[in-house]
């Protein structure tokens, strides 16, 4: 039974899914404007781990992230480079993927983009208005009318009346013809040079939080199964997220809503405004991002982690440790014995599968990976003391798959990379020349298909083939 805390209901509860089988899971994604920071990558990490787990044990998920990619930071920026506001979120969509494929975090099902979106926005802001939950001002901006919905407040445990108390910090400038200080923005209308779209009530463009309503339903449907995302997520962005689609669908939004802590630096927030950030391609340049990975996850999510150097050298260290058990397995199998496995070594199996149980048993308790890490060095400990060049290759290579498949559901390749060497490729090249010119087509893309499987491109010149690894 896997169990979630939920910070709608401040508690941990078991996971049911409203499908058998399938689970409908939405993460709050990044504004686009510049490179992805680590603390930006914590939340990424996490739910591609959370997502990994459910898959292993039988879901389908299907996972929705978001790119925002209309925004005061975004315009800011192209106005800087004299460049379309377009423009800088294409160019950081694309290397925050590239962040995400060097930290194995799987691309979503779907990455809906909020501009592509709007005409979605406008049907649900539009819903919203008939059902008396909105209303246009004058200047054509449109409002939420938070008191109307009688739950605003139910997931930060905050109530209306707290609210009323701390409003004056809730008016932002130019925002001055709202009915009341709680409400906030769904439509405003376009400044000079900023994007903009058609409206019934203005020219103009969408307020933050109604993106996640709107693609959430597009993409999921109107009732999901987990909304995650960074904890300063919780207020006003989740909380306005569930107003607006509860009052548009009618049905509960989301029934888990997870939320991982920050990561900090000197124990305080990473991030962009605090100037206290290192950015993932920073810290690509200093090490694999697969460590950057495993220091995530050595942390419950729930717990705010320290950044620092030391962690970071100490969880260098330790993945080191699981790749070199691996590959020490890979090192003995090839040599080992082909022989059927005896039955001790099917007794040693089942010890070593055993620690699969312990590991689900971490993972059932809200994600716990710093346990789930734990067991895997168990397992690991236990696979050093026990096999041998001894052993049979199958029993060998089921230990081995028994550790990779867990490394896998934390997203850790634990597998070396094996190393081509140059001569290998070219008496490939050559082969696939020669059988060119017999006219062995199917060899020669055979050899092809093998040598891009091996990470090599070969490249058609003037001057013969050339190759490079990619
Ligand atoms: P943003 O681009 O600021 O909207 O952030 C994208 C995601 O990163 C959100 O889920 C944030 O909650 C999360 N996030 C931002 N900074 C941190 C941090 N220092 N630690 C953990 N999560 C963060
Ligand atoms: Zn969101």
Known sequence: MIKVYNTLNKRKEEFVPLREGKVSMYVCGPTVYNLIHIGNARPMIVFDTVRRYLEHKGYQVNYVSNFTDVDDKIIKK????????QEVSERYIAECEKDM??????????????????????????????K?????????????????????GKLSHKNLDDL?????????????????????????????????????WCLGRPGWHIECSVMAKRYLGPEIDIHAGGEDLIFPHHENEIAQSECCNGVPFAHYW???????IDNRKMSKSLGNFFTVREISEKYDLQVLRFFMLSA?????????????ESSRAALERLVNAVDNLTFLARNAKDEPMSEAEEALLAEARAFTDKFDEAMDDDFNTA??????????????????????RAFIVEVKKVITTLGDILGLILEKKQEVLDDEIEALIEERQAARK?????????????????????????????????
Do not use: C
């Not at 901006?141 to 605003?152: A, D, I, L, Q």
């Not at 020669?444 to 490079?468: F, H, P, S, Y």
């Open 78 to 85: 192209a106005i800087e480079e004299q460049t379309s506001a």
């Open 101 to 130: 494929a060097g930290m194995n975090v799987r691309p979503a099902t779907v990455h809906p983009r909020a501009t592509q979106e709007i005409g979605g926005m406008i049907e649900m802001i539009g819903t919203l208005i008939e």
């Open 132 to 152: 008396g939950f909105a209303y246009k001002a004058e200047d054509g901006t449109v409002y939420f009318r938070t008191r109307k919905f009688g739950e605003y």
């Open 164 to 200: 009323r108390s701390g409003e004056r910090s809730l008016l932002v400038s130019g925002e001055d013809q709202k009915e009341d200080p709680l409400d906030f923005v769904l439509w405003k209308p376009k400044k000079d040079g900023e994007p903009y779209w058609e409206a019934p």
């Open 258 to 264: 997870m939320h991982n802590a920050f990561l900090n």
């Open 300 to 312: 419950h999510y729930r717990s705010p982690l320290n950044f620092s150097a030391d962690l970071m």
């Open 371 to 392: 346990d789930a890490q734990a067991v895997l060095f168990d397992l690991v400990r236990f696979a050093n003391s026990n096999v041998t060049g001894e052993n049979s």
């Open 438 to 470: 017999a006219r062995n087509f199917a060899r020669a893309d055979e050899i092809r298909d093998q040598l891009a499987a091996m990470g090599i491109q070969l490249l058609d010149t003037r001057e013969g083939v050339k190759w490079k690894r990619n």
